[in-house]
C-alpha cells in the first residue's frame, strides 16, 4: 500500500522503505507497447535490463520513488541455477528496438509482480521473510542485495542496502510506502519488519 504524501516528495535516497513497485505484463507485446507510451509522454526513463527470467523497464514517478515494468519469461526457459542458488538472474542490456518492435496490445491483465525494498541489513531483512513470512530465498549478494519468494517464482520480494545500509526509515508524512499486502498466504498476520515496516497477511 503506498502512502498518499502529506509533504510531496522527493522521497529520500538515504532511508529504508520502498526501492521500487513492479509492475508485471502478461505479454512481450504489452511490455513493448508500455515502452512506446513511456517514450511518448516523456516520462522519467531511468534504465532497461534483462534479467535472464525476466525483461524490464525502470521509471520514477513525481515523487522519486521507483516503478518497473517487466515481463517473465516462461519458466521453462530460465537459465538453469548457479550452485547454492534457486533461481539465476543477472543484470544485462536490454535491446529495447526488438521490444518496440513487437509493442502489441493495450495494459489489460497488468498486476504488481513484486515490491523491492530498500533495507538497513539485508541479512536481517531475509531471516525476517524467511523465517517470518516463510517465502525462499531465491539468490542475492551477500549483505548486498536478496530476492525472496514462493511457489519457486524469482521474486516477490526484493530488499537491497546499496543506499540504506544502517538506515533510519523514510518519514511517515513523506512519500512512500506504509504497508507490504501478501495474499494467498493461508494465514491472516500482521507483522512488522526490522526496519518498522507493516506486512499484512491475508489468506
Known amino acids: 500500500m503506498l502512502r498518499a504524501s502529506e509533504r510531496p516528495g522527493p522521497a529520500p535516497r538515504l532511508a529504508t522503505g520502498l526501492f521500487h513497485t513492479a509492475f508485471v505484463y502478461p505479454t512481450r507485446g504489452q511490455l513493448g507497447a508500455a515502452l512506446l507510451r513511456v517514450a511518448a509522454e516523456h516520462a522519467t526513463f531511468t534504465g532497461a535490463s534483462d534479467h535472464l527470467v525476466s525483461e524490464a523497464l525502470y521509471l520514477d514517478d513525481p515523487d522519486a520513488l521507483g516503478i518497473e515494468l517487466y515481463r517473465d519469461r516462461p519458466r521453462d526457459t530460465w537459465p538453469a541455477p548457479e550452485p547454492g542458488e534457486k533461481v539465476r538472474m543477472d543484470t544485462l542490456p536490454l535491446d529495447l528496438q526488438a521490444l518496440a518492435a513487437q509493442a ?25 521473510w524467511t523465517g517470518g513470512v516463510g517465502l525462499e530465498l531465491m539468490t542475492g549478494w551477500a549483505g548486498q542485495a536478496a530476492f525472496l519468494a514462493a511457489d519457486g517464482y524469482h521474486h516477490h520480494i526484493g530488499v537491497n542496502a546499496w543506499s540504506s545500509r544502517g538506515a533510519e526509515p523514510e518519514p ?14 493461508g494465514s ?10 507493516r506486512v499484512v497477511l491475508e489468506p
Open 172 to 185: 511517515p508524512e513523506g512519500p512512500g510506502i506504509d504497508a507490504v499486502v501478501l495474499g494467498g498466504t
Open 104 to 128: 502489441e496490445g493495450d495494459s489489460s491483465g497488468v498486476r504488481i509482480g513484486h515490491v523491492h525494498l530498500k533495507v538497513a541489513d539485508v541479512d536481517k531483512a531475509v531471516r525476517f
Open 188 to 197: 491472516a498476520a500482521e507483522l512488522r519488519t526490522p526496519d518498522g515496516l
